[in-house]
């Protein structure tokens, strides 16, 4: 996907002009405009000059953004302040405006004083109104150019509308004032008076002036709306303290480069992505995760650009520089989602591709007929101009942006990142949620659960002995031993029986650690005991026994934890209305314990990786699903979902197969993610409802199809201010969404309550996936010599049905094959005979 910053545009009208344009360039396959940040993202294989061509043919400019610069991408661009020129505009209009409207208003109204020169001078106060309203419309000459630039290219804009009204008004003040002057050489007081009424300079100046407001208060609302984005770009450093040639010196951010070691001091923020080589320190990881207590690092341990050290010196070794540091991706990864548009804007951008043209044809109706039922000209040109200037394809373009740019930033404040604004619309229509169990609802790694003490020594007895050993189990009883500040003592003899436990000599005695059967050989266990045991074991915890000289010393129990909120997390999902199912290829009867312990409506266990993805698919039938994993095999499933989420702690292939990704890692920020999608989706609705209900009322209006009915009308200056705040309304009512707590689950409405039923799913899900027992047989072979047999013996094996894979080795003289199902063994042996090779077991 290419990204180009789009020049030029003032509404929706302008945006659907460029979209059209660049769509008819030959190999492009999408495009998407966005109003609010004035950026376009194209996909295809169309070049950048034949995009920027039709943009530019379409009378707009582009820009390509370097995208794959080394420079560092959070570093934002340098541009000139909008709101601040659109504040001085306006602040420069009122001013001469306000001149204009006491002597045309003041004094004709309220008897104002004037200068002695202008007393009895209506041509006089109508030459001043006139060069007052030609300083305003040289204020707010880009109306104009942009407008009637518009009108050249067919494709008129909102700036057309403007100009159109104002211009309008000018020109027929202007006719007025020289028919002034005719009347006044004649001496027809009467007459020269009735056309003094029939200037219009203050509705001239008025719209434009008015206008400007509206810009000055929407440019400043959508500055409100990438907060985020510039919080988030603030955060990476400026400099970074490398050694270079044994010297340590100070470098600019982007001269750092892969391999740099760079030396980070206490109170220092990291400049890149590295590893620690030389000493220790406590990271504040809070800018990335949220979390408030410092992370203590040492080396070998990976640290993030735009974290904290707050103590120790650390010494670091480059990983990712630029773009491809963590902070770097994140803002890029907002920012694509602000420039992508959601489905919902569709309904906008059909509309505004006819809006302007179609208010054209509607002013020019109403002009047409007010002077066919014979009012005046002047009457008729108000009613005319009304209609141009309150039409407002403003508030039609900013209705899903603006509120599209508020939720990726809420969501970037609590480290929940969308990649797309389809991504942050479909997450709140989510029906089901599927979480991965290993590392999503649980930590990922085992961890001590429960103790039982027969022995006061068993702790550090424990400690002493799994301290020997590699397996993953003896690593959570060491922790835990330390957690509980256990002394180490010297063990001898250590020995590991493969598959049962271990033996050690500590203290001059024998002790033994392991499964039931394993200990039970060396110590007595009870009744009592082996009921404990299987109850940890129904429990999905492994039961480690410790032994000394005959006699137990306790048990430790062992599991994969659940993460903390895991439970408050699916209690929220219910309460929203969506079900719950923990997915995973343990077994059932582990996988029941846990999904019981947390709650969730459904387990699926015994699942293969590569068919998590198809229980998606089936489960996509009853609505819209969300998968939420963390490894490899989830990936496929990520994909599959209708919204994937990512748990940053994962492997890199699942957080780019996900749509979302949770920067936390925890499971309730899914609640928070679906909270905060609905409450945006919400958001745009009632800015496209007021969007398009102003303009259906104020049209009609302003046209005066009303007046015969009740007498209702509306002056150009007044069409004119409600235009310029509709989409200041629009861009405030987005920002509401600040004001909202996604992680507060009182907001939770029961309408979305869906009811799921999982006992009615005509899905069996314990065989939703084929499962299937795997065996392995070992067939010893005589006969084979080269690879060109081992490539025979192969081919013939695997054309077995229940074969799903076979290997042979002619230097081993055997065979090995994978089943999926049972296969006799006189089958197999005579597929390697008719071969030609001899089976010798």
Excluded at 70 to 76: D, G, I, L, Q
Excluded at 352 to 359: G, H, R, T, Y
Aim: glycine share 8%.
């Amino acid at each position: 996907m290419k990204q180009f910053n789009v020049t030029g545009m003032s509404c929706a009208a302008c945006s659907a002009r460029v979209e059209k344009a660049v769509k008819s360039v030959d190999g492009v396959s999408d495009c998407s405009v966005n109003l609010l940040t004035e950026s376009m993202s194209v996909d295809g294989n169309a070049s950048s000059e034949e995009i920027i061509s039709a943009v530019v043919n379409a009378g707009y400019g582009a820009t390509e953004k370097n995208s794959k610069s080394k420079k560092n991408s959070a570093k934002p661009e340098k541009k000139e302040n909008e709101t601040k020129k659109m504040l001085k505009r306006f602040l420069s209009s009122l001013f001469f405006l306000l001149i204009l409207m006491y002597i045309s208003m003041g004094h004709a109204m309220w008897g104002w004083p004037l200068p002695s020169f202008l007393h009895g001078n209506p041509i006089g106060i109508g030459l001043i109104e006139m060069l007052l309203a030609i300083i305003i419309m040289i204020i707010n000459k880009k109306f104009f150019v942009s407008g009637f630039k518009g009108l050249v290219y067919r494709a008129p804009n909102m700036d057309t509308l403007v100009a159109l009204g104002s211009g309008a008004s000018f020109i027929y003040s202007t006719f007025a004032l020289f028919a002034m002057t005719v009347k006044a050489s004649s001496g027809d007081a009467d007459a020269l008076m009735t056309y003094m009424h029939d200037l219009y300079f203050e509705s001239a100046a008025m719209i434009l002036t008015l206008i400007t407001l509206g810009k000055t208060l929407e440019s400043y609302s959508k500055g409100r709306t990438t907060n985020a984005l510039k919080q988030l770009a603030s955060l990476a450093p400026k400099t970074a303290n490398v050694i270079r040639n044994g010297k340590e010196v100070s470098l600019g951010i982007d001269d750092v480069e892969l391999g740099d070691i760079f030396v980070v001091r206490p109170g220092e923020s990291i400049a890149v992505d590295g590893v620690i080589v030389e000493g220790s320190g406590a990271v504040d990881e809070s800018a990335l995760t949220g979390e408030s207590i410092p992370v203590d690092k040492t080396v070998g341990d990976k640290v993030s650009s735009a974290t904290i050290n707050q103590s120790g010196f650390i010494k670091c070794k480059a990983t990712a520089v630029g773009e491809d540091t963590t902070i770097s991706k994140i803002i890029q990864m907002v920012a694509d989602a602000s420039a992508t548009k959601a489905p919902i804007a569709k309904i906008a951008d059909k509309v505004s591709a006819v809006f302007v043209p179609a208010v054209l044809v509607i002013s020019l109706i109403t002009f047409i007929v007010w002077l066919f039922v014979q009012h005046s000209f002047s009457y008729t040109l108000s009613r005319a101009v009304s209609v141009l200037v309150i039409s407002c394809p403003c508030a039609l373009g900013l209705a899903t942006p603006v509120a599209i740019m508020v939720g990726n930033g809420i969501g970037a404040k609590n480290n929940i990142l969308f990649k797309t604004a389809v991504s942050l619309e479909q997450t709140g229509k989510t029906d089901i949620v599927v979480f991965d169990k290993t590392g999503t609802l649980t930590q990922g790694k085992p961890g001590v659960t429960d103790v039982i003490e027969f022995d006061k020594q068993l702790i550090q007895i424990a400690y002493s002995l799994e301290n020997q050993s590699e397996h993953p189990l003896a690593k959570a009883v060491c922790e835990y031993g330390e957690e509980k500040g256990a002394e180490l003592l010297r063990c001898t003899e250590f020995n590991s029986v493969t598959g049962s436990g271990i033996t050690a000599v500590i203290n001059g005695e024998n002790i033994y650690a392991g499964n039931e059967r394993f200990v039970s050989s060396h110590a007595e266990i009870t009744d009592e005991v082996k009921k404990q045991i299987a109850e940890f074991a129904d429990n999905g915890k492994t039961p480690m026994l410790f032994a000394r000289n005959g006699r137990l010393l306790g048990i430790i129990a062992v599991a994969d934890k659940i993460k903390n909120d895991s439970i408050e997390a699916v209690k929220e999902l219910k309460k929203m209305g969506v079900g719950v199912v923990m997915l995973t290829g343990d077994n059932k009867r582990t996988a029941n314990a846990i999904g019981s312990a947390i709650g969730v409506d459904k387990v699926i266990s015994d699942v293969l990786p590569e068919d998590k993805a198809n229980v998606i698919k089936s489960l996509k039938k009853y609505g819209n699903v969300a998968m939420v994993g963390d490894g490899i095999n989830d990936a496929p499933a990520l994909t599959e979902a209708h919204i994937g989420f990512a748990i940053a702690d994962g492997t890199d292939i699942a957080v780019e197969s996900a749509d979302v990704v949770l920067m936390n890692s925890r499971p309730s920020d899914v609640c928070a993610a679906i909270r905060l999608s609905r409450r945006t989706l919400v958001n745009i609705k009632e800015n496209l409802f007021w969007a398009f209900i102003y303009n259906v009322i104020g049209i009609p209006l302003a046209a005066g199809v009303w007046i015969p009915l009740t007498g209702w009308t509306l002056n150009p200056m007044f069409a004119a201010a409600a235009m310029s705040l509709s989409s200041f309304c629009v861009v405030t009512n987005a920002l509401r969404l600040n004001l909202i707590n996604i992680r507060n689950p009182k907001s939770d409405k029961k309408h979305h309550k869906n009811n799921i039923n999982f006992d009615d799913m005509k899905i069996d899900f314990d065989n939703n996936v084929k499962e299937v027992d795997i065996v392995t047989k070992e067939i010893k072979i005589e006969g084979m010599m080269c690879g060109h047999c081992e490539a025979t013996v192969k081919k013939v094996l695997e054309a077995i049905d229940g074969v799903e894979s076979a290997t042979a080795s002619h230097e081993e003289n055997k065979a090995v094959v994978t089943l999926s199902k049972d296969v006799p063994d006189a089958v197999l042996d005579k597929a390697v005979i008719d071969a030609g090779y001899t089976i010798v077991k």
